[in-house]
């Protein structure tokens, strides 16, 4: 890992694939990954970590079995360890994610929408 700065844009701009999440840094033990949602994911939970949702463009939703928490540009959400949720968006939204390294996207779900970790873009 280099100490260059990193133009969040640019790096968007790597990729199309939805609900697959890119590492573009890490700190210690944790991962920052750029990830385009679109559509709805998977019900999921990560019984080991909390998860950070900080949307950069567009708008998202993550529903939990009680409540449904919508988030625009500029918010964010963390969503507890061990708590189940699913994130969706109508039209694609730009997320950052920060997790600890190795932690599976679609939790302990698995699935078709499990993507491959630890991809750098």
């Known amino acids: 890992m280099s100490s260059e700065k990193i133009n969040l844009q640019d790096k968007l701009a790597k990729f199309s694939e939805h609900w697959s999440p890119r590492v573009i840094a890490q700190m210690n033990d944790y991962q920052f990954k750029l990830a385009k949602f679109q559509g709805e994911f998977t019900w999921h939970a990560h019984t080991d970590t909390d998860e950070v949702f900080l949307v950069l463009e567009g708008s998202m939703g993550i529903e939990f079995r009680d409540k449904v928490v919508e988030l625009s540009a500029g ?39 499990t993507a491959q970790n630890d991809v750098w873009v």
């Open 75 to 113: 918010e964010m959400y963390v969503v507890p360890k061990g708590v189940e949720h699913k994130p969706f968006a109508q039209q694609e939204c730009k997320v950052m994610l920060v997790e600890p390294a190795g932690v599976v996207n679609t939790g302990d779900a698995g699935g078709e929408l």
